[in-house]
């Protein structure tokens, strides 16, 4: 499999843009300056550069917000890989759309959120291939993995509870509660009013504690 950097880098070499994969893996070196850029630029006046076509303020942003766009990305589709796929074509858009921006409207973030959730969503709403076989799963007595599942239970749980939410309610969620954003800043990402955004979050919450309790009640009658 093609590492995911390489992908990025091909995908970016086939873009209608002005760019080389030679050129994406160049120092971030100002030109005549010997220096690499500080990268201490705000977002937006790194956005600006962007929609000029400058890759190495492409790069700076990359760096900054790749990991948050994968991350929000996995907690949406619940699959590392597809979430890695999800956070090169964020990017991608972010290059090929950066004109569009307009920070008078929103944050870079909050635009990069709303970029990623579409993504997501449009992502779970295919259908998946079956797989043709499945491995068994392999049991260990070793006390480390079991150790690491018992650490990770209530993750699982959470994560089962968020997969059976309706998908607003669940976007909801990832961004105000695990994302740590503002009701107007997750408001902004979803394209809702800040109203919409609170009356998600009040149903998200009870649907979720509804499953938990249900599951847990179950998990004593069987135990």
């Not at 160049?26 to 956005?47: F, H, W, Y």
């Not at 858009?93 to 008078?104: E, H, I, L, T």
Request: glycine letters at 4%; one cysteine or more.
């Amino acid at each position: 499999m093609m590492p995911p950097r390489q992908c990025f880098l091909d995908a970016l070499a086939k873009d209608s843009s002005p760019w080389r994969v030679s050129q994406v893996l160049e120092e971030d070196v100002a030109p005549g300056s010997g220096k690499r850029m500080a990268g201490n630029e705000s977002d937006e006046s790194l956005m600006t550069l962007v929609a000029q076509g400058d890759q190495r303020a492409f790069r700076i942003l990359m760096g900054r917000y790749m990991g948050l766009a994968i991350r929000v990305a996995q907690r949406l589709v619940h699959d590392a890989a597809e979430a890695d796929d999800i956070g090169q074509e964020a990017f991608l858009r972010v290059w090929r759309r950066a004109g569009s921006f307009d920070p008078k409207v929103a944050r870079v973030t909050t635009w990069l959120y709303r970029i990623v959730l579409n993504l997501s969503l449009d992502r779970r709403r295919k259908p998946k291939p079956l797989p043709i076989d499945e491995a068994a799963e392999i049991r260990s007595d070793d006390p480390e993995p079991l150790a690491m599942m018992i650490e990770n239970e209530d993750r699982h749980r959470v994560d089962v509870a968020l997969a059976a939410l309706p998908e607003r309610q669940r976007v909801a969620i990832v961004l105000f509660h695990m994302e740590g954003l503002s009701v107007r800043e997750a408001a902004q990402s979803m394209n809702v009013t800040e109203k919409a955004l609170e009356s998600l979050l009040v149903r998200a919450r009870s649907a979720i504690k509804k499953h938990v309790e249900s599951r847990d009640r179950i998990n004593r009658r069987f135990a």
